[in-house]
């Protein structure tokens, strides 16, 4: 389903090589949905992506801009008027 996920260079990456990146430290830093984006951006099924710092802050960006969008849809409408509930 997927490929290798490479670093900057893109060599792999390995923990003898030391390029390796904890993903704890990227989620801390730019965020989980912005990490989740940058593994998912202009992938092809089986294809290795590299995992660079540019990628990560198109998706933290990303994020915040749906982040923001959702906000001011809600404070469009007046309070008590949207029922947020999920309804199955």
């Known amino acids: 389903m997927h490929g290798l ?3 900057e260079k893109g060599e792999k990456m390995s923990k ?6 904890d993903p704890v430290d990227i989620a801390s830093e730019y965020g989980t949905d912005a990490m989740r984006c940058a593994f998912l951006t202009g ?3 089986g ?8 990628k990560l802050e198109n998706g933290r960006n990303f994020a915040n ?4 969008a959702t ?6 409408f007046p309070v008590g008027q949207i029922d947020l509930k999920i309804k199955t």
């Open 5 to 7: 996920i490479r670093d």
């Open 16 to 21: 003898t090589r030391g390029n390796v990146r």
């Open 43 to 45: 992938l092809a099924p």
């Open 47 to 54: 294809a290795d992506s590299k995992l660079t710092d540019v």
């Open 65 to 68: 801009k749906l982040w923001n």
């Open 71 to 76: 906000r001011f849809v809600l404070r469009s």
